[in-house]
């Protein structure tokens, strides 16, 4: 036996139709002809995101814009399965896009530092001029843009009574500042409670203590840093590098705020549509509690209606939100051989059977399964190759220890030198 094949209908050209008899016994089977076959898994070689090639043939997978973004993404793997490479090569797609096809702005979150090489020069491709990278150490959050409800999911035990006084609190310095006195921050804040005398002693004192918290974490301003606003452009990309953040309460408050913002603006028609790439997301929307869970479900839930999407990359479904993860209608997996993360990714996708589990858990590196809104059947891929220079994450143990050896020794030959 060559093959097992069942007929699942005809192709005409309105899509695919049902069969009215069988094919007769003995009749030939062709190979079908690369348009047939594009058609038939619903690519899109007009305008689509080239993310590789349809394994066993070669027939470039170009996915429809619309339905790989719309209804979000979820890109799981294990450690060193390739989902960040996988990831990027997507991010090229969007950033090669021409006007006349639609363009959408990219905020990519990075734990770990590992796309800031998207910005570099070098590669095939130079996407230096449509990507800037924030570092994690300049974000900022303007206290004038908060209310006390978003101050209070940075303080889960902040009381109802806290929350109406710190309310009270930021009106006053609101309208101070509307009366030209300018933007404040959070030792205003401060100082206004401490300064309040009617304010009951316990309560100010609870009050000052959650606020003199929030004040060490050196992340809070009169204004934010940067304009998410401004930030975010059509066809360009902004990679938020948190690789310098050690603190994961602090990584959780910036992207909820920063999520926030965005979501907030792109429903008022104030940034273009956009799509949020999240690295690690486990860490953001965990099934557990997380400062930044609450924003990312209700982009989940919300954001195909103003046109906000959601890339999710993890190493671990398993600790994903289900919330989010079963809001994400196209999932590119790549090799997973956990059983608990198979289970997890079985019961997010119907379209996962038991023998396609077993084949997830045996891909090669750089191959994925494709599944959901974006194709019309599941199909495995071979990952192209990345046209931006490659990150130095992705080199061997060898070649990054022979690079530190040369860097380090060209400094100590530029020390002496100067001496």
């Not at 909820?256 to 549509?273: D, E, I, Q, T």
């Not at 959601?310 to 190493?315: F, K, R, Y």
């Amino acid at each position: 036996m060559i093959a097992d094949a069942r007929v699942v209908g005809i192709q005409a050209d309105g899509g695919l139709e049902r069969t009215s008899f069988p094919p007769s016994p003995g009749q030939k089977v062709y190979e079908a002809e690369v348009g047939t076959l594009s058609r038939f898994l619903g690519l899109d070689h007009d305008g689509g995101i080239e993310i590789g090639k349809l394994r066993y043939h070669d027939l470039p997978v170009k996915l429809d814009l619309t339905k790989l973004l719309r209804k979000h993404i979820a890109i799981l793997s294990m450690s060193g399965g390739g989902k960040s490479y996988s990831a990027s090569v997507i991010i090229e797609g969007l950033l090669e896009r021409p006007p006349e096809k639609g363009r959408v702005g990219v905020i990519v979150v990075d734990v770990h530092g590992e796309y800031s090489s998207l910005a570099e020069k070098g590669g095939e491709a130079d996407y230096s001029g449509h990507v800037s990278i924030i570092r994690g150490h300049e974000l900022r959050i303007g206290v004038p843009n908060m209310n006390a409800h978003q101050f209070k999911e940075f303080l889960s035990e902040i009381t109802e009574v806290q929350v109406r006084e710190l309310q009270r609190v930021l009106d006053e310095l609101r309208r101070e500042m509307h009366s030209g006195k300018g933007p404040f921050g959070l030792d205003e804040v401060i100082e206004k409670i401490e300064q309040n005398g009617e304010l009951h002693k316990q309560l100010q004192q609870a009050l000052l203590g959650w606020l003199f918290d929030l004040r060490s974490l050196g992340i809070f301003e009169n204004v934010d840093n940067p304009n998410w606003e401004s930030a975010v452009e059509p066809g360009e990309a902004v990679i938020v590098d948190l690789s310098d953040i050690v603190s994961l309460r602090k990584k959780q408050m910036l992207i909820a705020y920063m999520a926030r913002r965005l979501f907030n603006a792109r429903k008022n028609h104030r940034v273009p549509p956009f799509v949020l790439c999240l690295e690690e997301a486990h860490q953001f929307c965990p099934e557990g509690t997380a400062i930044s869970k609450g924003i990312i479900e209700t982009i989940a839930r919300e954001g195909r209606k103003f046109y906000a999407s959601l890339i999710l990359i993890s190493q671990r479904p398993v600790r994903l939100s289900t919330t989010v993860l079963s809001q994400a209608n196209t999932n590119i997996i790549l090799r997973v051989t956990n059983p608990y993360d198979l289970d997890h990714i079985k019961q997010s996708s119907e379209c996962i059977t038991s023998e396609v589990a077993e084949m997830i858990s045996s891909l090669p590196v750089g191959e994925a399964l494709i599944v959901g809104e974006a194709v019309n059947y599941p199909i495995f891929v071979k990952i192209r190759k990345r046209r931006s220079h490659e990150s130095t994450h992705g080199i061997s143990l060898e070649d990054a220890a022979r690079d530190f050896e040369r860097r380090n020794n060209r400094a100590k030959e530029d020390a002496k030198a100067f001496m």
